[in-house]
C-alpha cells in the first residue's frame, strides 16, 4: 500500500482533475423521480450541498487554524515538521476528510449513481494509500513523536472533544483560508453551478435563461477569483496575523 500510495501522490494532482470530469459520465439515478416524487432533484441538491459545504467548512477551518504543507518534494512526500496543533490534534487528515465530503457531496449533488457507488471507493482506496505512505514517511522521519500523536489521535475520524478549547487557543486567520483555497473554491463553485443548471433542467426550463445564468455566475465568480489573485500577487493581502 505504502508503494501504491507513493505512486498515486505523484499523480494526486492530475487525479483530482480526472475525479472531477467523472462527475459527467452518464450514470444511473442516484435518486429517481419513481422513488422520490416529481420533486426529486431536491433531496441530491439539498444532501449534495450540506455534504460538499460541509467539507469545504471543514478545510477551511483547518487552514485558518493551523495550516500544514503537504505539497511534497520533488513529486515526493515530504514534510518539514510534525503539525499537531488547531483542527489537526482532533484528527490526523482533516484536510483529506473535507476532499472527501466535497468530491463526496458534488457526486450526490450530480445524482451519479456511479460516482457514488463505483468512483468514491475507488478514490477512497487511494487516499488510504496515499496516507499509508505520509505516515510511513513522517514516522520514518519524526520517530517516536510521530507513533505518540497517532495513538491519541485518529487518522479519519475527527474527535469533537475539546474543540471549543482549540478555537480558544489559536485565532482563526481567515486570510490564509482565503488565499490558500480560492483556486479550490472557484473550480468548485463553477462545477456546482454547472450541476444544478445542466442536471436539473427543471429548475431553469428556459435554456437560454439556464445558459445566461450560468455565464452571469461564471463571470461574477471569475471577477472575485481575479480580485483575489490580484491582492495575493500585489502583496495587498498575506497571511499575516498583524
Known amino acids: 500500500m505504502v508503494t501504491i500510495g507513493n ?3 505523484r499523480f494526486r494532482n492530475i487525479l483530482f ?4 470530469l467523472l462527475l459527467f459520465l452518464p450514470s444511473p439515478l442516484l435518486f429517481k423521480p419513481e422513488h422520490f416524487g416529481e420533486k426529486y432533484y431536491l433531496f441530491p441538491i439539498i444532501l449534495g450541498l450540506l455534504v460538499t459545504f460541509s467539507g469545504e467548512i471543514i478545510r477551511g477551518i483547518t487552514i485558518g487554524l493551523a495550516y500544514i504543507i503537504r505539497g511534497g518534494r520533488d513529486r515526493r512526500v515530504y514534510a518539514e515538521k510534525l503539525v499537531t ?15 472527501i465530503l466535497m468530491l463526496l457531496g458534488v457526486g450526490i449533488l450530480s445524482n451519479s449513481l456511479v460516482y457514488v457507488g463505483i468512483v468514491m471507493p475507488s478514490f477512497l482506496f487511494i487516499y488510504q494509500a496515499i496516507v499509508l505512505a505520509e ?3 513522517l514516522r520514518n522521519k519524526f520517530g517516536a513523536d510521530f507513533d505518540n500523536y497517532c495513538r491519541k489521535v485518529n487518522r479519519w475520524i475527527i474527535n469533537f ?6 478555537f480558544n487557543d489559536m485565532r482563526f486567520n481567515y486570510k490564509r483560508w482565503i488565499l490558500k483555497e480560492y483556486n479550490t473554491l472557484f473550480v468548485w463553485l463553477v462545477g456546482i453551478t454547472a450541476i444544478i443548471l445542466f442536471r436539473y433542467p427543471e429548475l431553469t426550463p428556459d435554456s437560454d435563461t439556464r445558459l445566461k445564468l450560468f455565464i452571469g455566475i461564471t463571470v461574477f465568480l471569475g471577477l472575485v477569483y481575479g480580485y483575489i489573485k490580484y491582492l495575493k500577487k500585489s502583496g495587498k493581502m498575506t497571511d499575516s496575523l498583524a
Open 161 to 166: 472533544s475539546g474543540m471549543s478549547e482549540t
Open 17 to 20: 482533475i480526472f475525479l472531477y
Open 7 to 9: 505512486f498515486f501522490f
Open 85 to 99: 496543533e488547531g483542527i489537526f490534534k482532533h484528527c490526523r487528515n482533516p484536510l483529506y476528510v473535507g476532499n
Open 135 to 137: 505516515e510511513n514517511f
